[in-house]
Nanobody
Framework: EVQLVESGGGLVQAGGSLRLSCAAS????????IGWFRQAPGKEREGISC????????YYADSVKGRFTISSDNAKNTVYLQMNTLKPEDTAVYYC???????????????????WGQGTQVTVSS
């Protein structure tokens, strides 16, 4: 059974940084992607970044490009999302999720992802 556990959320002032972690277990397929989504109250779930397990290729939504960086530590089965220059509009619940093969890296949709973590709250104050 695939399990994902997010951590690292919290309250930060605008301009600050946070690093989210997604610890994965139970993944048995050879090729997959782990993605980060976020959902603010009253808004749709937005895919913001993902990384391929096979070649490390990445995707970033325009809303976070240049500010957020996704990375993975395969030895720890953990994916990180480094978030810099945070803005109040980044406030949301952040989720990590797994996309089984065939994976898509050039775009993201929550419909393509099969396993989800419980989410972690990120609040950016102005």
């Amino acid at each position: 059974e695939v399990q994902l556990v997010e951590s690292g959320g919290g309250l930060v002032q605008a301009g600050g940084s946070l690093r989210l972690s997604c610890a994965a277990s139970g993944i048995t397929f050879d090729d997959y992607a782990i993605g980060w989504f976020r959902q603010a109250p009253g808004k749709e779930r937005e895919g913001i970044s993902c990384i391929s397990s096979s070649d490390g290729s990445t995707y970033y939504a325009d809303s976070v490009k240049g500010r957020f960086t996704i990375s993975s530590d395969n030895a720890k089965n953990t994916v990180y999302l480094q978030m810099n220059t945070l803005k109040p509009e980044d406030t949301a619940v952040y989720y990590c999720a797994v996309d089984r093969p065939p994976v898509t890296i050039y775009a993201m949709s929550p419909l393509w992802y099969d396993y989800w973590g419980q989410g972690t709250q990120v609040t950016v104050s102005s």
